[in-house]
Nanobody
């Protein structure tokens, strides 16, 4: 019913930048928080950044000052601008959204398929 499609990953040298996008589509009444998570090989998935429907952001300490999360509510899209990338930022990045599919439905979390970000040293 709801699909999240990420784009913008790739290979970048240390110190470089990438911009990730995630568009939600399908049966959507409203979207509450949208977020980016990442999972590196052998590690647990961790929250990178989140943003409320009102635009209030929240960041993991490891990315504060380097990453910026934003969203376009009219397009059901969330972005992650990543600057000053480090090799330790290498991971699969996943989009997550808290979506209501109808006025009388409670919200559920949906995930994208993930996009690979690789930062070379």
């Amino acid at each position: 019913q709801v699909q999240l499609v990420e784009s913008g990953g790739g290979l970048v040298p240390a110190g470089g930048s990438l911009r990730l996008s995630c568009a939600a589509s399908g049966t959507i009444f409203s979207i509450n928080t949208m977020a980016w998570y990442r999972q590196a090989p052998g590690k647990q998935r961790e929250l990178v950044a989140a943003i409320t429907s009102g635009g209030s952001p929240n960041y993991a300490d490891s990315v504060k000052g380097r990453f910026t999360i934003s969203r376009e509510n009219a397009k059901n899209t969330v972005y992650l601008q990543m600057n000053s990338l480090k090799p330790e930022d290498t991971a699969v990045y996943y989009c997550n959204a808290d979506v209501r599919i109808g006025k009388y439905y409670s919200a559920s979390y949906y995930w994208g398929q993930g996009t690979q970000v690789t930062v070379s040293s």
